[in-house]
């Protein structure tokens, strides 16, 4: 295993991350998956004898279930617990009343007390806002959880699926109030969804933020169990295709990755897995299985490699369409990289 820091922070984090949103198969979280204890026990035994030290869940899977199964795998393997880096996330809605859900201060205190009782953990190590909550002040949301790193409840705090400029507002506010700053960003990237790469990569590398990725194969799209035109598989895309995955993108990817993973002898997943691992902005990739030897499987992506014509070839078949501003960008910039001047031109 690899592993890298987290942002701008000193935490190391494995390079893989057990994603655990199909555990339990409670409520709307069902379609995921319904994996009873048991076999959540031997998915962290294999991760954690793997090398991987970063559990990444939140208090709305399966109504709270995931979080109390993994507290229960940690003590059944007797891990200790110090070795682990637990993320869990607040936002979604936790009960029927108005303050059960978003971003409010009542709501966060409320949530990381019932993840902690969950997680049977004093304190939990990445808490993560589930997204944007346009009801609550940034400033009110960064503030309780600047207090909550402070009172030793959590260590770090992050963010998932935000826009780039609601980032870029909370880390300014952090920053000019002296309080505690995003570590990280959950986002979704992979070779068929770039679009992270218009704004959000660009934020993250200039603030030194993590970036921790989810789907990285596309709800299965980028397994290859899918074809062009052809019958879906029985799987996570056919039954819940959430969000809208670019499916032509993904079949010109797999035309390059398929060959590509037959002469290295290794298979398809392994391959568009190791490409996010390649990417300089990406601290760790969540990885999620139902099955046991398909978490085998994505566990030997850490060690696959690519010549530079192979990053080419991936490179120009998953590539973004070049859209406003950033065509204009780059000819209005030429005169500062390429010493061309408009004035004399």
């Given at each position: 295993?690899?592993?890298?820091?987290?942002?701008?922070?000193?935490?190391?984090?494995?390079?893989?991350?057990?994603?655990?949103m199909?555990?339990g198969?409670k409520?709307?979280?069902?379609?995921?998956?319904?994996?009873?204890?048991?076999?959540?026990?031997?998915?962290?035994?294999?991760?954690?004898?793997?090398?991987?030290?970063?559990?990444?869940?939140?208090?709305i899977?399966?109504?709270?279930?995931?979080?109390?199964?993994?507290?229960?795998?940690?003590?059944?393997?007797?891990?200790?617990?110090?070795?682990?880096?637990?993320?869990?996330?607040?936002?979604?809605?936790?009960?029927?009343?108005?303050?059960?859900r978003?971003?409010?201060?009542?709501?966060?205190?409320?949530?990381?007390?019932g993840?902690?009782?969950?997680?049977?953990?004093?304190?939990?190590?990445?808490?993560?806002?589930?997204?944007?909550d346009?009801?609550?002040?940034?400033?009110?949301?960064?503030?309780?959880?600047d207090d909550?790193?402070?009172?030793?409840?959590?260590?770090?705090?992050?963010?998932?699926n935000?826009?780039?400029?609601?980032?870029?507002?909370?880390?300014?506010?952090?920053?000019?109030?002296?309080?505690?700053r995003?570590?990280?960003?959950?986002a979704?990237?992979?070779?068929?969804?770039?679009?992270?790469?218009?704004e959000?990569?660009?934020?993250?590398?200039?603030?030194?933020?993590?970036?921790?990725?989810?789907?990285?194969?596309?709800?299965?799209l980028?397994?290859?169990?899918?074809?062009?035109?052809?019958?879906k598989?029985?799987?996570?895309?056919?039954?819940f295709?959430f969000?809208?995955?670019?499916?032509?993108?993904?079949?010109?990817?797999?035309?390059v990755?398929?060959?590509m993973?037959?002469?290295?002898?290794?298979?398809?997943?392994?391959?568009?897995?190791?490409w996010l691992?390649?990417?300089?902005?990406?601290?760790?990739v969540?990885?999620?299985?139902?099955?046991l030897?398909?978490?085998?499987?994505?566990?030997?992506?850490?060690?696959?490699?690519?010549?530079?014509?192979?990053?080419?070839?991936?490179?120009?078949?998953?590539?973004?369409?070049?859209e406003?501003?950033?065509?204009?960008?780059?000819?209005?910039?030429?005169?500062?990289?390429?010493?061309?001047d408009?004035?004399?031109?």
């Amino acid at each position: 295993m690899k592993y890298k820091i987290l942002g701008n922070t000193g935490l190391k984090v494995s390079t893989l991350c057990l994603g655990t949103m199909n555990y339990g198969g409670k409520g709307f979280f069902g379609y995921m998956g319904n994996l009873d204890q048991d076999e959540v026990d031997e998915q962290i035994r294999t991760v954690t004898e793997a090398g991987v030290n970063f559990i990444d869940t939140a208090n709305i899977y399966s109504e709270g279930l995931s979080e109390v199964m993994i507290g229960k795998a940690i003590k059944n393997l007797s891990i200790n617990r110090d070795d682990l880096v637990l993320a869990t996330k607040v936002r979604g809605s936790m009960g029927k009343g108005e303050n059960d859900r978003g971003l409010s201060k009542k709501h966060i205190i409320q949530q990381v007390e019932g993840s902690l009782e969950r997680l049977g953990t004093d304190y939990i190590d990445l808490y993560q806002i589930h997204t944007a909550d346009p009801l609550t002040p940034i400033e009110e949301t960064i503030r309780t959880l600047d207090d909550l790193v402070r009172s030793g409840k959590i260590r770090y705090f992050g963010a998932s699926n935000m826009a780039a400029w609601q980032l870029m507002k909370g880390l300014a506010y952090s920053q000019y109030n002296h309080l505690d700053r995003f570590a990280s960003l959950q986002a979704n990237y992979s070779l068929d969804v770039r679009d992270a790469e218009r704004e959000i990569v660009p934020l993250l590398l200039d603030q030194k933020v993590g970036m921790m990725i989810w789907s990285p194969l596309s709800g299965g799209l980028l397994t290859g169990k899918y074809k062009r035109g052809g019958q879906k598989e029985a799987g996570r895309l056919s039954s819940f295709p959430f969000p809208p995955f670019h499916e032509e993108r993904a079949y010109d990817v797999l035309d390059v990755l398929a060959p590509m993973a037959e002469q290295k002898q290794i298979s398809i997943s392994q391959l568009a897995l190791a490409w996010l691992l390649h990417q300089p902005v990406v601290s760790s990739v969540i990885i999620g299985a139902t099955k046991l030897h398909q978490l085998h499987d994505n566990l030997k992506a850490v060690d696959v490699t690519f010549t530079a014509e192979e990053l080419l070839q991936l490179q120009e078949a998953s590539k973004l369409p070049v859209e406003y501003p950033a065509n204009v960008l780059e000819v209005m910039t030429m005169d500062r990289g390429a010493g061309i001047d408009f004035l004399n031109a």
